[in-house]
């Protein structure tokens, strides 16, 4: 007699499901990231006495987020938008000095100390978003097998319509005497 083995599911897991699970695009993960940097920058700001680690800290988790809550057709985007709010948060931390110039030397600054943080916050968006495309693109193809089909004959039916229509177009008019190209050969002819 066969048994038959019931996985069950870790309470993390559980828990997690809980979480909300929204969809953004591209601009609106980036929007996010952005506005919740740019807050956590004002927190850290406030409580913290502009701590570069606190801030660091605080930036992985936002970067997860935003790669976690962008929709799959943006994928591409949660890398690139990660550094821009990266950028947005830190300037109420960089203590730039009075003035306009002075508050761009403290951002430049600060952008220069703080680029570790800033690449792992980017390599950690970048990484989730990898596995998030590599997961699609794996189900993708498991449901064109479950369908009967392969890849390949997934594009023969349109190759195929796209080869017949200009074949039969040019087959039923005749070509005119001295077209002088094969390239007026294959073109079809207007009456």
């Not at 828990?15 to 996010?32: D, S, V």
């Not at 502009?50 to 890398?79: H, I, K, M, N, Q």
Request: glycine share 10%; hydrophobic share 50%.
């Amino acid at each position: 007699m066969y048994r038959v083995r019931v996985r069950s599911v870790p309470p993390v897991v559980l828990a997690l499901r809980r979480f909300p699970n929204p969809r953004l695009t591209g601009i609106g993960a980036g929007l996010f990231a952005s506005l919740t940097m740019f807050v956590l920058a004002c927190v850290d700001r406030l409580l913290f006495d502009s701590s570069e680690l606190v801030y660091g800290l605080l930036f992985l988790p936002v970067s997860a987020l935003a790669a976690l809550w962008v929709r799959p057709a943006d994928l591409v985007t949660a890398p690139i938008s990660v550094p821009i709010a990266f950028a947005v948060g830190v300037f109420p931390i960089s203590g730039g000095s009075e003035g306009f110039g002075g508050q761009v030397m403290g951002l430049v600054t600060a952008l220069a100390v703080h680029a570790g943080w800033l690449y792992g916050g980017t390599l950690v968006a970048g990484l989730i978003a990898t596995v998030r495309k590599v997961r699609l693109m794996r189900a993708r193809r498991r449901y064109v097998l479950a369908q009967g089909r392969g890849p390949a004959d997934e594009r023969a039916p349109r190759a195929a319509a796209a080869a017949a229509a200009p074949a039969s177009s040019s087959a039923a008019k005749p070509v005119r005497a001295g077209a002088g190209t094969a390239a007026a050969a294959r073109r079809p002819q207007r009456p």
